[in-house]
């Protein structure tokens, strides 16, 4: 489980295609001397399992099944990720409760620089919407939001600069595929 409060940026460093199963591997220094091997760690808010550590890497093995789901079918070498470490017992919860499974994806609608803030509308699928509210929390690239207004087949977040340049926000493009997990207590509840 986590919590949508990114520990790191890290870089795509190392990326092998098979048939059926894809290897990356992450240049992450500051989650990097605490992961273990076997340790669940969310990349753009998709729950991956370490496999191995390699001079200064993460590597972590992607099933076809979840690049087809994720925007991780889009990494290239260089690509920047948001990475987040599992939650442990007794760890602060900053964000909301985020499990790391990608609902739907999105697309960056619009991205504006208001006064001391920015303002993202993030277009989304029918089969989202039921769980799309104002004022309720999503994960977008596994990054903890609350959603400000929603529109037929859109929402928009607020971004705080601090967010905006501690997570690859800052980096979004117009049209750019995002990761979208919403939120699971109002999922639980039906």
């Not at 079918?73 to 990475?83: A, P, Q, V, W």
């Not at 929603?150 to 971004?159: K, L, M, R, Y």
């Amino acid at each position: 489980m986590f919590t949508g409060i990114i520990k790191e940026i890290g870089t795509i460093s190392v990326l092998r295609k098979g048939s059926g199963l894809t290897v990356v591997g992450i240049t992450a220094p500051a989650i990097f001397n605490d992961a273990a091997v076997s340790d669940s760690i969310a990349l753009n808010g998709v729950c991956l399992t370490v496999t191995r550590k390699d001079r200064r890497l993460l590597f972590f093995d992607i099933v076809n099944p979840t690049l087809k789901d994720t925007n991780l079918s889009k990494l290239t070498i260089g690509s920047r990720i948001n990475c987040e470490t599992a939650l442990a017992v007794g760890d602060k919860l900053g964000g909301h409760f985020v499990l790391g499974h990608c609902d739907a994806l999105g697309r960056v609608k619009r991205k504006l620089k208001k006064k001391s803030y920015y303002e993202i509308e993030i277009s989304f699928l029918p089969k989202a919407k039921k769980y799309i509210i104002e004022k309720g929390s999503i994960a977008v690239n596994g990054v903890s939001l609350t959603i400000k207004k929603v529109f037929p087949g859109s929402f928009t977040v607020d971004v705080i600069p601090f967010t905006y340049e501690h997570t690859t926000f800052n980096k979004l493009r117009i049209g750019e595929v995002v990761n979208m997990e919403c939120d699971y207590l109002l999922k639980a509840k039906g």
